[in-house]
């Protein structure tokens, strides 16, 4: 057997294409303490300064991890990768590789998660993390978590789709491509490396099923894992709903033995999950006897009151996102809080503060007569949650503009059924037409005709920090930017937006 093996050696580069670990340096990561039972070919170890697992992205000094996804084996760019110069090879079965050194093990995925995570130093190690999973609701949880915590003086971040967000910052920052967090635990791991260099001592992260199918978390530890809901969605991803619901439990997996499993008590699935679960747990509920439980007090289109109670305890939270889905993800968030051993009122105060979460039933305040929100659902559940909630509290009509990547994300078929059932009129508003001068027209007109007793809801996948609907560039503007636009222009008493609308 040869020696182990330095991937940066004499006359390799340090810089290009490797993942940088805490404050900027470079550590190496010796596979043999990283990954789980590996068999090393032609060396005894590897010294790993970087990670791939694109062969059209990998570069010199990189270890090249082969996996097999739904449109290539990794496998079969071994050879390439090998001419890119890589230092090792990491692959789920023997393949030639020329003497560059050779590390076989069981999940190729799971090897490249933890590779990256230690490279950044296991920042999972350094925080206090909290994961949020679940079919719907992960996003608005994740934030009222956070601003929880920070209510009590606890500097947390946030990695979210909307991006990460430190103790201090004032506005995430995109965490990848379209501000969403992908199943790539390179983000992953440097959005957390960010995080604890920047001195959270706890850290909440968004955990979609993709990432838990690509296993991206794996080699982190979780102290708290709260999930939200377990229905039917993204079988396009999964396959089946048994197959869907088997992945959502894999976050199990990550929770840590003396750890907090934090349960929406109102779903039997995620009950029947709390059952098997041998660890410390918290139940939530709106409509049962919970550890954390919501009483709802009054609900309108301008928000809602309802009562958190905790061991006997009560305190009135007042919002402006009424929908019943809020309602319940603060409770979830609320139960976190408790876990950490938050006074009620505090936790009040933190759900309070957050008023509502960005893109996500996000109430348009521009002083207009009518109800405006904003939302960008990802599955077809969370669709209908929202429409069946605005459709229930809407004395008037309910009008829906529907932007064209909302429909095509959740599926076409999918979006008219639950339109059609819910919904008064529908606007489509595509992506490359709405600049178009009747597109505009179609807008201001159905505007126009909204009362006080009507709801407007957008639906619209546009970037959560867009820029004004004049912005010269070439990208398409957000339907929620027209809007608002020409709601200013109507209302002479505008609100700006961005404040806190719970004030």
Request: aromatic content about 4%; glycine content about 10%; some cysteine.
């Amino acid at each position: 057997m040869g020696d182990v093996f330095d991937g940066v050696g004499d006359g390799v580069s340090r810089d290009q294409g490797v993942d940088r670990g805490r404050g900027g340096r470079n550590p190496a990561v010796r596979l043999s303490e990283v990954l789980s039972a590996p068999r090393f070919i032609a060396c005894r170890d590897v010294l790993g300064r970087g990670v791939s697992d694109d062969v059209e992205t990998c570069r010199t000094g990189d270890i090249f991890v082969a996996s097999e996804r739904a449109d290539r084996d990794g496998h079969c760019d071994v050879a390439e990768a090998i001419a890119r110069g890589v230092a090792g090879v990491v692959a789920e079965r023997m393949v030639p590789t020329f003497g560059v050194p050779l590390c076989l093990v069981k999940d190729s995925s799971e090897a490249f998660a933890r590779i990256a995570h230690a490279l950044h130093d296991h920042p999972d190690r350094r925080m206090r993390l909290i994961a949020v999973t679940g079919t719907s609701g992960k996003t608005t949880t994740a934030w009222l978590i956070a601003s929880v915590l920070a209510e009590a003086g606890i500097a947390v971040g946030v990695l979210s789709d909307l991006g990460c967000l430190d103790a201090d910052g004032l506005a995430p920052m995109l965490a990848g491509p379209d501000g969403r967090l992908l199943d790539d635990p390179r983000l992953l791991a440097r959005g957390l490396s960010r995080l604890a260099d920047t001195g959270c001592t706890h850290a909440v992260v968004e955990v979609s099923s993709r990432m838990l199918a690509s296993r991206s978390l794996a080699g982190v530890v979780c102290e708290t894992v709260a999930v939200t809901n377990l229905a039917t969605a993204h079988l396009d991803l999964h396959g089946t709903r048994r197959a869907y619901h088997a992945i959502q439990r894999r976050i199990l997996d990550f929770l840590h033995p003396d750890g907090c499993l934090v349960v929406n008590g109102d779903d039997r699935r995620l009950v029947r999950m709390a059952e098997r679960y041998d660890g410390f747990g918290l139940s939530a509920t709106l409509v049962g006897e919970g550890d954390v439980s919501g009483s709802p007090v009054e609900r309108s289109l301008r928000g809602q009151t309802f009562l958190l109670s905790h061991r006997g305890s009560l305190v009135p939270v007042s919002v402006p996102t009424p929908v019943a889905s809020f309602a319940r993800n603060a409770v979830v968030a609320a139960a976190v809080g408790v876990r950490y051993g938050l006074p009620l009122e505090r936790v009040a105060s933190g759900i309070e503060a957050a008023g509502s979460v960005s893109g996500r039933i996000e109430p348009l305040a521009c002083g207009q007569s009518f109800a405006a929100f904003l939302d960008r659902p990802t599955s077809r559940h969370q669709l209908a949650s929202t429409l069946a909630s605005l459709r229930h509290l809407a004395r008037g009509r309910l009008v829906v503009m529907l932007g064209e990547r909302v429909a095509e994300g959740i599926g076409l078929d999918a979006a008219d059924d639950l339109l059609d059932k819910w919904c008064d009129e529908l606007v489509f508003v595509g992506e490359t037409r709405r600049r178009e001068v009747a597109t505009l027209g179609r807008i201001g007109r159905v505007l126009d005709g909204l009362e006080e007793e009507d709801c407007l809801l957008v639906l619209d996948d546009a970037p959560p920090f867009s820029s004004s609907p004049t912005d010269p560039s070439g990208e398409p503007m957000a339907i929620a930017s027209l809007v608002e636009a020409w709601m200013r222009s109507h209302e002479p008493a505008a609100i700006p937006r961005g404040i806190n609308r719970a004030a």
